[in-house]
């Protein structure tokens, strides 16, 4: 009986002993496969749905030939109790990569990015496409169904009724927005200029459509300041086009006589004061000029047909200036012409 309890209990033994050493082993294989990077030099994009556990990632993962072993992977989502750290998303992996690595992006949310460059100055109509083509690959009838609903744009806590003017000209990543610029800008104003957050950007926006020259704004800025004090007209091209486009539903770069009587609300020579709203996008110096104003008297200003302009304090100086750079000037191109020089 001795006998056959020994034999019982060294088989126990060896048992617990077998199967302590298939475990030991099974976890440094799980550890050596986690740590160990592998895959052909590339990259790889995954999509965790919502809700996914550590099951599906590592299906998903495998899948996509992210990692080479989804049992594995499972196994390694188990032990480290990642399963409630696992974060929904689209997911971009450059390989060879290790399965802790890869895992380590899904638990951090370090989501793949997209990039999409607004520049400065431009309308909604001219947004919208540029984001339609982007990576994102967005549907362009669908962001003008959003721009053109108000509740949409509400809820993004734009102060005006329609979205022209608050996309911000940036290099987007998406972690970064219109509104924490004007925000900034509101934030430390000038005390005198006494416009609200709409009126702001669409002053901005006509600023940033009268000039290329980046001096000039906030000189540009304090002059239609002055006019709005003053109760004048603002009588900014810019907005005669943009009213334009608004009646014929395109866009046309030249304006006529009539275009200039022609009765809008966002034709300044027309009606007084501001627009209703913004006629561009406009970018940071835009907006800073218009909260950071240059201090003058200035009421009128002409181009010199270079990208800069002629500031004027007195109607007179206006029509002096209008005699030289625009009468003159174009006069001595013509003859310049006609003589071949």
């Known amino acids: 009986m001795k006998r056959v309890l020994g034999a019982l209990l060294l088989l126990a033994v060896l048992a617990a002993a077998g199967g302590a050493a298939f475990w030991w082993w099974r976890d440094r294989r799980i550890t050596e496969f986690a740590r160990t990077p592998a895959g052909a030099p590339g990259t790889k994009e995954v999509i965790v749905p ?5 099951r599906r990632v590592a299906d998903a993962l495998a899948q996509a030939g ?6 594995l992977t499972y196994a390694w989502l188990r032990r480290e109790k990642l399963g409630p750290k696992l974060r929904a998303g689209e997911y971009e992996f450059t390989l060879p ?8 992006k899904v638990v951090t949310g370090q989501q793949k990015t997209y990039h999409v460059t607004i520049p400065e100055g431009l309308r909604l109509d001219e947004i ?20 053109a609903d108000q509740a949409f744009v509400r809820k ?7 979205l022209e003017g608050f996309l ?15 925000h900034a800008a509101e934030a430390t104003k000038d005390p005198a200029v006494h416009l609200d957050g709409l009126q702001i950007v669409t002053l901005a926006s006509i600023v940033e459509k009268e000039t290329g020259a980046p001096d000039e704004r906030p000189r540009i800025a304090c002059l239609f300041l002055n006019r709005l004090r003053l109760g004048m007209p603002l009588q900014t091209d810019p907005t005669v086009l943009y009213a334009m486009m608004m009646i014929r539903g395109k866009f046309v770069k030249n304006i006529t006589r009539q275009d200039l009587v022609t009765p809008h609300p966002y034709n300044t020579y027309t ?17 800073q000029a218009v909260t950071h104003p ?33 009468v003159d000037y174009w006069a001595d191109q013509r003859r310049r012409a006609r003589s071949g020089r």
């Open 156 to 162: 993004l806590g734009v102060p005006a009724p329609r």
């Open 66 to 71: 992210v990692v080479t072993d989804a049992e």
């Open 168 to 182: 911000f000209p940036d290099t987007y990543s998406f972690t970064h927005g219109y509104t924490e610029e004007l």
């Open 294 to 326: 240059a201090t003058c008297t200035d009421l009128y200003f002409v181009s010199r047909n270079d990208g800069t302009h002629v500031f004027c304090p007195t109607l007179q100086c206006h029509n002096a200036a209008v005699q030289k750079w625009q």
């Open 128 to 147: 919208l496409p540029l984001l339609a083509s982007s990576q994102l690959k967005l549907r362009l009838d669908r962001l003008e169904a959003l721009a």
């Open 271 to 287: 009606v007084k004061g501001l627009p209703p709203g913004p006629i561009a996008s406009p970018g940071t110096a835009a907006l």
């Open 50 to 54: 919502p809700g996914s556990g550590p």
């Open 97 to 104: 990569l290790s399965p802790e690595q890869a895992i380590q």
